[in-house]
């Protein structure tokens, strides 16, 4: 009886984790590889600040390295070589894409453009 009241525990848990995912639409994804240096420009001169932006908190910072196996939800999004690439995402899908990092007056100016591109939030 106790193993089947954590089982829907679990069930639960779960529902609650997928249904959170749900609600936060749009994310950005670092495509990353170890020893990028651009990456580590970008780690030090915009990750820190990202999640406590206004832009930050519409598209969260998600990682990604290319040199892992592909992640699953990611397998219709186009893979690429060059790092760092910061794709948009929204429901699953791409928004847009900025390849490379050459500072952070470029980064803001083009991630503002692609999130201009997002549905207006309720």
Not at 6 to 24: D, E, H, M, N, P
């Amino acid at each position: 009886m106790k193993l089947a009241g954590l089982a829907r525990c679990g069930l639960v848990a779960a529902s609650i984790v997928a249904l959170s995912a749900k609600v936060q639409a749009a994310e950005l994804l670092m495509l990353e590889q170890p020893g990028c240096v651009w990456c580590a420009q970008f780690n030090a001169q915009i990750a820190p600040a990202w999640p406590k932006t206004q832009e930050g908190r519409r598209a969260p910072l998600r990682r990604v390295d290319i040199t892992r196996p592909w992640p699953a939800d990611l397998d219709g999004i186009a893979k690429e070589r060059f790092t760092p690439t910061f794709v948009l995402m929204d429901e699953g899908r791409e928004v847009g894409r900025i390849r490379g990092y050459v500072g952070d007056e470029f980064f803001w100016f083009r991630i503002g453009e692609l999130l201009a591109r997002l549905p207006e939030q309720p």
